[in-house]
């Protein structure tokens, strides 16, 4: 699940919470795109042992679901990012 984003008068406490969120978030992604593009491959490695061809569908949905998540981290990592600079600054 994506992490809330950081209130505008963040406390030091609550800025490194998020902080942490987002880490965990962007690491979290990382393993599941891993396992999509597992999975992939072991469809490919049992079609061919079954002597059944690979259905293409597997890998678009696959690819499909890796994209949405990389760019979900993109959008988390920016956000935290922003966030920061802006606790920094003492923007609100």
């Known amino acids: ?3 809330a984003p ?4 963040a406390t030091a406490d609550q800025m490194r919470a998020a902080m942490a969120d987002a ?9 599941y795109q891993d396992c999509l593009a ?3 491959e072991a469809a490919k490695t049992q079609a ?3 002597g059944q061809p690979f259905e ?4 678009a949905s696959a690819r499909y679901k890796i994209e949405a998540s ?3 981290q993109e959008r988390v990592g920016a956000t935290a990012n922003r966030a920061l600079s802006a606790y920094k600054t003492g923007a609100p």
């Open 1 to 3: 699940m994506v992490p």
């Open 6 to 9: 950081v209130k505008s008068a």
């Open 23 to 31: 880490h965990t978030f962007i690491a979290r992604s990382s393993v």
């Open 38 to 40: 597992k999975e992939v």
């Open 48 to 50: 061919t042992a079954s």
């Open 56 to 59: 293409p569908m597997i890998e």
């Open 70 to 72: 990389k760019e979900a």
